[in-house]
Structures are given as C-alpha cells and as structure tokens.
C-alpha cells in the first residue's frame, strides 16, 4: 500500500458478541490506485482497520479528517498484520 494514503472517517469502539472482547474500527478514505483502475474501480473507497488489542479505545475525535499511517508486521503464514498506527495533519 506504498502511496496510499488513508483520511480517518470515523471509528467505532464496541465489544464484540462472541466474547465481549473490546475492538476499534477504524473507517478510512483513500482514492483509488492504478490497479483499482484496472479492476474497474474508481474514485474514492472505504477502508475499515481493526487496531490491535493494545491499542484499542485509544482514539478520539480529534483524530478525524487526520492521516491514518498503518504499520504492520509480519504474522503467522506470512501475513501481513497490523500492529500500530500513526495520525498525522492531513496534506
């Protein structure tokens, strides 16, 4: 997702129903790239990050219309996950 740059929409704190486990979401804007293009979609799309556990219910509404900077790291099978973030003024 080099060059990919994520608008914080909004974010939501809940439990989840299963085991009332507490999670974040993280709702992102970012236009669409070249190889969204080439798939037939174009302009803007949504993205939803859940935080890690030990970041969770660490937002507040100040981080809206902010930058959302993703930082993963490598987990089992290879994959990435997503391990921290940061906010940054949106440019």
Known sequence: MAG????????????????????????TL???TPADNSRGTFGNKAT?????????????T????QEFV???SLGSFGRPVLVGY?????K
């Open 86 to 90: 940061k906010l940054q003024a949106w």
């Open 70 to 72: 993703p930082e993963y």
């Open 48 to 60: 939803d990050f859940f935080l890690p556990d030990d970041q969770v219910g660490t937002l507040t």
């Open 4 to 27: 990919v740059k994520f608008q914080v929409l909004g974010y939501r704190d809940f439990n989840r129903k299963s085991d009332g486990k507490p999670m974040t979401i993280v709702t």
């Open 62 to 65: 100040e981080a809206i219309g």
């Open 30 to 32: 970012s236009q669409c």
